[in-house]
């Protein structure tokens, strides 16, 4: 287990740990306690909130019957909808909306240890293509919204088929704690454990715990443009827009170009490296 950093209570310690592994590992009670305190809320976000407590509380419930789990996932698949049903609902919600209805089935079957299989990935990857898809058009001179660009590490970990690349969501739990340093955007599962991902655009100075996981856009970006050879990449909000334009296009099913299928599998390549820092078979399955 990593060394742990510096704390003044036991409050923090609890909270450092409860942030540091999958939700499966949360006590109870603190799963139980977000359950009750988001559900009332009633705007889109409160919506969110209480959606997402109800799958984290789902995937907490690991000695209960399938039936017990199955009713909180259903409850949060219509959180979910209801939130997006609200009237002019705040984009980052919708998108946020979207992901999770996207991990539900893959939350279940994670609650229920049902193996993920590369089917569900590429359920994963038409599905957040398709979300991408729906909440804008993508122009190359629209500004990138950073959201999507998430997403877009989601769905090209999913891109890869393989299960065990695969990147999950973050909770608003997870996602915005009261300890800064060990909030995450998402996380890869690793032999029961998980490895959290902290997403930048840029190199950023904030310090984060050391079980965080740094992952910037820009050089993998600058990367791919190199390496599929494309001759202007432009501006860096140019280059995420073309990454997610490209996404969509693929996740729809338009044909590729060999530039397009380079730029892509590079990408690929170098979002599911960070579920390897502490694994050395990397170099064995991006050869696959």
Known sequence: MPEMVAHHSVEDYELHRALQSPVELLDQDIAFAALKKFETRRNASGLMRSAWSNAEYALNLKD??????????????????????????????????????????????RASDTEVSADDCDEVYRSLGQAMKYLRPLAVDEPPQWRMAEVASLALSARSHQPQLLLYPASPREEASAMQLLNHDSYFLDNGGKIPIQQKLVPTQKVYDECIKILTMQPLLDKAHRKSGRADKGELGEQVNHLLSLIVAEASGQRMEREELTFLNVMTEAIVAHSFVVNSEFEQVVAA
């Open 64 to 109: 209960s019957s399938d039936d017990v789990r199955s009713e909180y996932f259903h409850s949060s698949q219509l959180l979910t909808a209801m939130a997006l049903a609200r009237p002019k609902v705040h984009q980052d919600t919708a998108l946020n909306a979207l992901t999770l209805s996207t991990y539900l089935p893959l939350f279940s079957k």
